[in-house]
């Protein structure tokens, strides 16, 4: 299965890409988010939103094929 996995605001050092660059990611069926945040190293505590398809999922969400998965950190502001 193949989905497009992009990250923002840090999370790029994990994968040696640009931020928001599309990166397709070939998955077994029964993939999680949390399965593809172990692949690339990237701590689940500098998770704090993951959207597939423009929706809020947990990271125990089973991935499909075409999925279209945003990962980003927890932004601080004042």
Given at each position: ?78
């Amino acid at each position: 299965m193949l989905i497009e996995l992009r990250v923002y605001t840090g999370l790029e050092r994990y994968l040696g890409t640009r931020y928001g660059e599309k990166i397709p990611v070939t998955i077994d069926r029964s993939t999680t988010i949390r399965d593809l945040l172990a692949r690339y190293s990237i701590p689940a505590s500098e998770v704090s939103a993951a959207l597939v398809n423009g929706l809020h999922k947990s990271l125990d969400y089973c991935l499909q094929d075409g999925d279209r998965v945003s990962l980003f950190p927890p932004v601080g502001g004042g």
